[in-house]
Protein backbone atom coordinates (compact mmCIF):
# COMPACT_ATOMS: atom_id res chain seq x y z
CA UNK A 1 0.00 0.00 0.00
CA UNK A 2 1.07 3.43 -0.93
CA UNK A 3 0.08 6.97 0.54
CA UNK A 4 0.01 10.04 -1.77
CA UNK A 5 -1.54 13.14 -2.76
CA UNK A 6 -4.40 13.05 -5.10
CA UNK A 7 -6.72 15.49 -7.00
CA UNK A 8 -9.97 16.32 -5.37
CA UNK A 9 -11.60 15.15 -9.05
CA UNK A 10 -10.03 11.69 -8.06
CA UNK A 11 -11.01 11.26 -4.40
CA UNK A 12 -14.53 11.24 -5.39
CA UNK A 13 -14.64 8.05 -6.84
CA UNK A 14 -14.49 6.89 -3.74
CA UNK A 15 -17.67 8.94 -2.52
CA UNK A 16 -20.13 5.87 -3.15
CA UNK A 17 -18.20 3.87 -0.53
CA UNK A 18 -18.78 6.51 1.95
CA UNK A 19 -21.61 4.94 3.41
CA UNK A 20 -22.14 1.65 6.59
CA UNK A 21 -24.59 -0.52 8.62
CA UNK A 22 -25.37 1.44 11.47
CA UNK A 23 -26.19 -1.78 14.45
CA UNK A 24 -25.19 0.34 17.53
CA UNK A 25 -24.97 3.44 18.33
CA UNK A 26 -23.18 5.15 21.91
CA UNK A 27 -24.70 6.78 24.58
CA UNK A 28 -22.50 8.74 25.88
CA UNK A 29 -22.14 10.24 29.76
CA UNK A 30 -19.99 12.79 31.62
CA UNK A 31 -18.62 12.19 34.82
CA UNK A 32 -16.08 15.18 35.84
CA UNK A 33 -14.03 15.58 32.97
CA UNK A 34 -14.33 12.37 31.59
CA UNK A 35 -17.04 10.84 28.99
CA UNK A 36 -18.20 7.21 29.50
CA UNK A 37 -19.62 5.30 26.31
CA UNK A 38 -22.07 2.58 26.53
CA UNK A 39 -22.95 0.62 23.44
CA UNK A 40 -26.57 0.41 22.18
CA UNK A 41 -28.06 -2.14 19.90
CA UNK A 42 -30.31 -0.73 17.56
CA UNK A 43 -32.48 -1.83 14.23
CA UNK A 44 -29.83 -1.88 11.67
CA UNK A 45 -29.84 1.18 8.98
CA UNK A 46 -27.63 2.14 6.10
CA UNK A 47 -26.45 5.22 6.92
CA UNK A 48 -25.05 7.71 4.22
CA UNK A 49 -22.47 10.36 4.06
CA UNK A 50 -23.72 13.24 1.61
CA UNK A 51 -20.46 14.32 -0.32
CA UNK A 52 -19.09 17.00 -0.41
CA UNK A 53 -19.33 19.45 -3.38
CA UNK A 54 -16.18 21.31 -3.08
CA UNK A 55 -13.71 21.48 -0.57
CA UNK A 56 -11.79 24.32 0.96
CA UNK A 57 -8.48 25.88 -0.18
CA UNK A 58 -6.94 24.56 2.28
CA UNK A 59 -7.87 21.04 1.87
CA UNK A 60 -5.24 18.16 1.51
CA UNK A 61 -6.35 14.83 0.08
CA UNK A 62 -4.17 12.03 0.26
CA UNK A 63 -5.14 8.23 -1.62
CA UNK A 64 -4.67 4.96 -0.27
CA UNK A 65 -3.77 2.62 -3.20
CA UNK A 66 -3.50 -0.87 -2.93
CA UNK A 67 -1.79 -2.69 -6.59
CA UNK A 68 -2.29 0.56 -8.13
CA UNK A 69 -6.05 1.12 -7.14
CA UNK A 70 -7.55 3.71 -4.97
CA UNK A 71 -8.96 1.83 -1.87
CA UNK A 72 -9.07 5.29 0.33
CA UNK A 73 -8.59 8.62 1.53
CA UNK A 74 -7.97 10.78 3.85
CA UNK A 75 -8.71 15.26 3.22
CA UNK A 76 -6.97 16.66 6.08
CA UNK A 77 -6.90 20.62 6.57
CA UNK A 78 -5.13 22.71 9.38
CA UNK A 79 -7.50 24.68 11.86
CA UNK A 80 -7.43 28.31 13.43
CA UNK A 81 -5.79 26.39 16.77
CA UNK A 82 -3.02 24.50 15.55
CA UNK A 83 -4.97 21.14 15.27
CA UNK A 84 -5.04 19.62 12.03
CA UNK A 85 -8.58 18.24 10.74
CA UNK A 86 -9.46 14.98 9.32
CA UNK A 87 -12.17 16.64 7.38
CA UNK A 88 -13.12 13.18 5.21
CA UNK A 89 -11.84 9.69 5.89
CA UNK A 90 -13.04 6.63 3.51
CA UNK A 91 -11.95 3.21 2.90
CA UNK A 92 -13.24 1.01 0.04
CA UNK A 93 -15.79 -1.81 1.56
CA UNK A 94 -13.57 -4.39 0.17
CA UNK A 95 -10.89 -3.03 2.15
CA UNK A 96 -12.44 -2.28 5.32
CA UNK A 97 -10.97 -4.34 8.51
CA UNK A 98 -7.55 -4.63 6.51
CA UNK A 99 -5.58 -1.73 8.49
CA UNK A 100 -5.84 0.77 5.58
CA UNK A 101 -7.99 2.98 7.67
CA UNK A 102 -5.15 2.53 10.90
CA UNK A 103 -2.60 3.58 7.59
CA UNK A 104 -4.57 6.66 6.79
CA UNK A 105 -4.90 7.63 10.91
CA UNK A 106 -0.77 7.50 11.01
CA UNK A 107 -0.48 9.16 7.94
CA UNK A 108 -2.56 12.04 8.97
CA UNK A 109 -0.33 11.90 12.52
CA UNK A 110 3.05 12.30 10.59
CA UNK A 111 1.50 14.87 8.26
CA UNK A 112 0.12 17.08 11.16
CA UNK A 113 3.49 16.75 12.58
CA UNK A 114 5.01 17.56 9.73
CA UNK A 115 2.88 20.94 9.91
CA UNK A 116 4.04 21.95 12.99
CA UNK A 117 0.78 21.17 14.38
CA UNK A 118 0.25 20.48 17.73
CA UNK A 119 -2.64 17.41 17.08
CA UNK A 120 -5.46 16.27 15.22
CA UNK A 121 -9.37 16.96 15.53
CA UNK A 122 -12.10 14.94 13.53
CA UNK A 123 -16.09 14.98 14.24
CA UNK A 124 -17.97 11.99 13.56
CA UNK A 125 -20.97 10.69 15.16
CA UNK A 126 -22.66 8.38 17.98
CA UNK A 127 -23.70 6.08 15.44
CA UNK A 128 -20.93 5.48 13.51
CA UNK A 129 -19.20 3.07 16.73
CA UNK A 130 -16.52 1.09 14.41
CA UNK A 131 -14.72 4.25 13.76
CA UNK A 132 -14.97 5.49 16.81
CA UNK A 133 -13.52 2.24 18.59
CA UNK A 134 -10.97 2.43 15.60
CA UNK A 135 -9.94 6.09 16.88
CA UNK A 136 -9.46 5.18 20.30
CA UNK A 137 -7.43 2.28 19.42
CA UNK A 138 -5.19 5.16 16.89
CA UNK A 139 -4.59 7.19 20.86
CA UNK A 140 -7.48 9.52 19.92
CA UNK A 141 -9.77 11.04 22.53
CA UNK A 142 -13.44 12.12 23.11
CA UNK A 143 -12.88 15.27 23.95
CA UNK A 144 -16.59 16.55 23.48
CA UNK A 145 -20.29 16.23 21.89
CA UNK A 146 -22.65 18.57 20.61
CA UNK A 147 -26.42 17.63 21.36
CA UNK A 148 -27.75 19.74 18.28
CA UNK A 149 -25.12 20.50 15.35
CA UNK A 150 -27.47 18.25 13.53
CA UNK A 151 -30.78 19.50 14.59
CA UNK A 152 -31.73 21.47 11.61
CA UNK A 153 -31.29 18.76 9.22
CA UNK A 154 -34.52 16.77 9.23
CA UNK A 155 -32.83 13.04 8.08
CA UNK A 156 -29.87 13.24 10.56
CA UNK A 157 -31.62 15.29 13.58
CA UNK A 158 -31.69 12.64 15.56
CA UNK A 159 -27.51 12.29 15.63
CA UNK A 160 -24.77 13.48 18.42
CA UNK A 161 -21.79 15.25 17.09
CA UNK A 162 -18.83 13.42 18.62
CA UNK A 163 -15.14 15.30 18.78
CA UNK A 164 -12.14 13.56 18.90
CA UNK A 165 -8.46 14.29 19.68
CA UNK A 166 -4.94 13.17 19.51
CA UNK A 167 -2.04 14.73 20.69
CA UNK A 168 1.29 13.73 20.57
CA UNK A 169 2.89 12.82 24.10
CA UNK A 170 5.17 15.70 24.31
CA UNK A 171 1.97 17.54 24.96
CA UNK A 172 -0.25 15.00 26.96
CA UNK A 173 -1.57 12.48 24.50
CA UNK A 174 -0.46 9.08 23.12
Same mark, same amino acid.
Given at each position: MRISAISEEAAQ????? &?? /?????? /??? &???? !?? #?? *? =? %?? &?? =???? !? =???? $??? @? $???? &? %???? #? %??????? !??? *?????? +? @????? +??VVAHAHRGTGLAKSLIEFSKQWALDHHLQGIRLETQTNNVPACRLYAQCGFVLGGIDLYAYKTQADVSNEVAMYWYWFPEAIGGT
Open positions: ALDAE &SC /FVVREV /FNV &SLAG !KA #FG *L =T %VE &SV =TPYL !K =TYAS $DEA @L $DEDC &S %VYGA #F %VNQALAG !KIV *LSSTWN +H @LAQIE +HL
